[in-house]
């Protein structure tokens, strides 16, 4: 599985569960894209959310 979200678009379908456990507490937002993951390792420009 690919590490950074926006490349997983494809295999979204397939593995679910995977994915779900990349964004269930998330940290980090992506300045490019928007999206949100638990770590900056899994976004393309990822910076820590203030809380």
Do not use: H
């Amino acid at each position: 599985m690919s590490k950074e979200l926006c490349k997983l678009k494809k295999s979204l379908k397939k593995n679910m569960k995977s994915y779900v456990s990349l964004v269930d507490a998330p940290n980090f937002v992506c300045k490019k894209c928007g999206r949100v993951a638990n770590a900056k390792k899994n976004l393309c420009d990822g910076v820590k959310m203030r809380g």
